[in-house]
């Protein structure tokens, strides 16, 4: 069962515009999720995180917007750039630390 | 800070035979992590240590995987005998604790012939 969901394999989006990525979550109990960016040949690095305790959360370019009620969250990359192609996870991190990752989502920034 | 250091980047084995990776974690980062990505997939959780104590083996193979993280430092993974359906890119990642954000590594590709 799969309890996050990234249902969009891939996204390809004009340079300059904006970069939508969904998520979906399964588990009410879920309250800290995090994305993180994949480069070929390299390991996830951490970009964002959000608490359930708030329902948006930017850093730069980069902003995470949780919906509790629909279980659902989603990152928003304004502008957004060539170097931001990448694939893209979200995680939940329940209690315990083990975190759950979603199937990924590659972006392609085009110039 | 060095960041979370994995060995050797790439192996390629036939199947039924053996192999190891090996993980050195941040500095002082007690929580340490291995998980499995198959191409298409978001990583799997493995197995979790607690300094040297392990928190999770639920969806560890134990037939053919095992890890230690003896010292509560480095950790290393072994496969025993390999299946073609191992072949994966296998991530060590670490934190500070438990409920906070994981640091990975640049990951081993193993490919199983």
């Known amino acids: 069962d799969q309890q996050v969901k990234q249902n969009s394999p891939s996204l390809s989006v004009q340079e300059g515009r904006i970069s939508i990525l969904n998520c979906d979550y399964t588990?009410?109990?879920?309250?800290?999720f995090l994305w993180y960016k994949k480069y070929p040949a390299e390991g996830p690095t951490f970009l964002i995180s959000?608490?359930?305790?708030?329902d948006k959360n930017e850093d730069g370019r980069f902003t995470v917007f949780l919906n509790k009620s629909a279980k659902h969250l989603s990152l928003h990359i304004v502008p957004s750039q060539p170097g931001d192609s990448a694939v893209y996870f979200c995680a939940a991190l329940p209690q315990g630390g083990k975190l759950i990752f979603g199937q990924g989502t590659e972006l392609s920034v085009k110039p | 800070e060095a960041g979370v250091a994995q060995s050797p980047r790439y192996k390629i084995i036939e199947k039924r035979q053996s192999v190891a990776f090996w993980c050195n974690p941040i500095?002082?980062?007690?929580?340490l992590y291995w998980y499995q990505q198959i191409l298409g997939q978001g990583p799997k959780l493995l197995i979790q240590f607690q300094n040297n104590g392990v928190v999770d083996d639920s969806q560890l193979p134990k037939d053919r995987f095992s890890a230690e993280r003896l010292k509560g430092v480095d950790s290393t993974l072994k496969i025993q005998p390999a299946k073609l359906e191992d072949s994966a890119v296998y991530l060590c990642?670490?934190?500070?604790?438990?409920?906070?954000?994981?640091?990975f590594g640049q990951g081993t590709r193993l490919t199983v012939v």
């Open positions: 588990n009410s109990m879920f309250d800290y």
């Open positions: 500095s002082g980062h007690a929580t």
């Open positions: 959000i608490s359930s305790i708030k």
């Open positions: 990642a670490s934190s500070s604790h438990m409920n906070t954000e994981a640091f």
